[in-house]
């Protein structure tokens, strides 16, 4: 399949935003619909679409918007291992891109002023170069499950992205919802790309950190997040849970980065984390237990979830520590191996290993 590229397709945009999709036409035509319908006065932009290997009608859904608004269609045939990172890199390749690339999921539907909204944080952060705005989640029902509307569930299981009323800066040790952010430009000078890993979007963004970046979030731009029926079943959001706590561990301590807490922690004092790694274990063994004294389909799996989520989180670092030299008991070891890792092949190597290790147990 040929690119296409749109009569209206802009020099240099303001703002590139490029949305990864397969084989979900109908979901992405509502976001183009939002994003052909907002606000864009006094702003260059353009839309990278990025079809990864799907087979349905997403090219004529993004050849229906070519009139409103200024569109890139690409596609790319590599699917990868885990996650969207070659068709977001697919984008990055592809170059000519705005002062400010936002990533934005195909069931995302921004408001009306979510490009000025974009707009308006980076300037207002001139020094800040990752950003993300408030993200609200869109039922497909009416009849939601009572344990699904806890808001500690959220941020993990249904990608919400709630920020404070007034402007945030990112917390150490964290980063913004993958399916809403931007950034600037500049930070992709020195070649740097999204990793072939589930979590491809939230190492992308400590990266950034480790690097000296830093982050803000405010409720200038705001999207809702369509939230898809099947993670309304339990079987499947409990798998779910399982996953990120397996995902997340390891996305904490590979590689090493100083601006982690979790892997500070682990390099610096090894056994005594790994004795905090093992206690939160138990705690969270027990509350799951305890989950089922509660209702069935309200707090009670509600917390079963988190405890899922949690104690494999726990466990998973514990096994993680075991692995990685960066945490080894050996003092000499420990400092040998976040040497080694300074080298850029060696990094991009150690995570992408580590992923297909998770993959493979």
């Keep these: 399949m040929k690119a296409l590229t749109t009569s209206r397709q802009v020099s240099r945009p303001d703002i590139s935003v490029i949305i990864p999709t397969r084989n979900r036409a109908a979901s992405l035509e509502i976001t183009l619909e939002c994003l052909a319908s907002a606000n864009r006065d006094g702003l260059q932009v353009e839309i990278i679409v990025v079809n990864n290997a799907g087979q349905d009608n997403t090219e004529d859904v993004v050849r229906s918007f070519?009139?409103?608004i200024p569109v890139r269609y690409l596609y790319e045939s590599t699917l990868g291992n885990f996650g969207k990172?070659?068709?977001?890199?697919?984008?990055?390749?592809?170059?000519?891109?705005?002062?400010?690339?936002?990533?934005?999921?195909?069931?995302?539907?921004?408001?009306?002023?979510?490009?000025?909204?974009?707009?308006?944080?980076?300037k207002r952060w001139p020094s800040k170069d990752l950003f993300t705005g408030y993200t609200y989640?869109?039922?497909?029902c009416d009849a939601v499950p009572a344990w699904a509307k806890r808001p500690?569930?959220?941020?993990w299981l249904f990608s919400?992205?709630?920020?404070?009323?007034?402007d945030a800066q990112l917390k150490e040790s964290r980063w913004f919802l993958g399916g809403h952010f931007w950034f600037r430009s500049r930070v992709l000078e020195n070649g740097r790309r999204f990793?072939?890993?589930?979590?491809?979007?939230?190492?992308?963004?400590l990266d950034l950190v480790e690097s000296g970046c830093s982050g803000v979030s405010a409720r200038d731009a705001m999207s809702g997040h369509r939230i898809q029926p099947e993670l309304l079943q339990k079987d499947v959001v409990t798998k779910r849970a399982k996953k990120t706590g397996e995902c997340v561990a390891w996305?904490?301590?590979?590689?090493?980065?100083?601006?982690?807490?979790?892997?500070?922690?682990?390099?610096?004092?090894?056994?005594?984390?790994?004795?905090f790694c093992l206690f939160n274990h138990g705690i969270w063994w027990i509350l799951y237990f305890i989950s089922?004294?509660?209702?069935?389909?309200?707090?009670?799996?509600?917390?079963?979830?988190?405890?899922?989520?949690?104690?494999?989180?726990?466990?998973?670092l514990f096994r993680a520590a075991n692995r990685l030299g960066a945490y080894s008991l050996s003092r000499r070891k420990r400092e040998s191996a976040v040497r080694s890792q300074s080298k850029p092949a060696a990094r991009l190597h150690s995570s992408i290993l580590s992923a297909r290790e998770l993959i493979e147990k």
């Excluded at 500690?152 to 941020?155: D, G, Y």
């Excluded at 996305?251 to 004795?275: D, E, F, M, T």
Aim: proline share 5%.
């Design 66 to 68: 070519s009139e409103r």
């Design 85 to 122: 990172s070659h068709a977001l890199n697919r984008a990055l390749d592809g170059g000519k891109l705005g002062e400010i690339v936002a990533v934005l999921d195909d069931d995302m539907s921004p408001h009306y002023d979510w490009f000025q909204g974009v707009s308006a944080i980076a």
């Design 137 to 140: 989640i869109i039922w497909p």
């Design 152 to 155: 500690k569930l959220q941020s």
């Design 160 to 166: 919400a992205g709630h920020v404070r009323n007034s």
């Design 195 to 205: 990793k072939d890993i589930w979590v491809t979007e939230p190492d992308f963004q």
């Design 251 to 275: 996305l904490r301590l590979q590689p090493y980065r100083k601006n982690v807490r979790q892997a500070r922690l682990l390099h610096s004092h090894p056994i005594l984390g790994r004795l």
């Design 292 to 316: 089922y004294l509660l209702p069935a389909n309200g707090s009670g799996f509600a917390l079963r979830l988190i405890a899922i989520e949690r104690k494999t989180t726990y466990l998973e």
